[in-house]
């Protein structure tokens, strides 16, 4: 079993920045790739960041490159999610979710399906 607590969000302006936080624990040693997604009111959740846990390869949606980044600090199994230059648009509750399989392509990881655990979820709040 993993866990997984996220934490950071809050209510910002338009071009301010925000770092997400996302606690793992449990078997964290079975965690082969971690990612973030974010659902907005009646919207479906998105892919929006992934890294691999180990080899450290990250992944982004095209609407995030360039202005969020993905990290992962292993001594004390966090990832972390830099938000830069944020936009109204980008208001959602945030979620990080682990997976333990692996893929032979790395565009599985751009959906939810592989995830296995999830966070309760982090809210995320741009005025403009």
């Known amino acids: 079993q993993v866990r997984l607590v996220e934490s950071g969000g809050g209510l910002v302006q338009a071009g301010d920045s925000l770092r997400l936080s996302c606690a793992v624990s449990?078997?964290?040693?079975?965690?082969?790739?971690m990612g973030w997604f974010r659902q907005s009111p009646g919207k479906d959740r998105e892919f929006v960041s992934a890294?691999?846990?180990?080899?450290?390869?990250?992944y982004y949606a095209d609407s995030v490159k360039g202005r969020f980044t993905i990290s992962r600090y292993n001594a004390n199994n966090t990832v972390y999610l830099q938000m830069n230059t944020l936009k109204p648009e980008d208001t959602a509750v945030y979620y990080c979710?682990?997976?333990?399989?692996?893929?032979?392509?790395?565009?599985?990881?751009?959906?939810?399906?592989?995830?296995?655990?999830w966070g309760q979820g982090t809210g995320v709040n741009v005025s403009s």
């Open positions: 449990g078997r964290t040693f079975t965690v082969n790739t």
């Open positions: 979710a682990a997976t333990t399989l692996k893929y032979p392509s790395e565009r599985y990881y751009y959906t939810s399906r592989p995830y296995e655990y």
């Open positions: 890294i691999i846990w180990r080899g450290g390869a990250t």
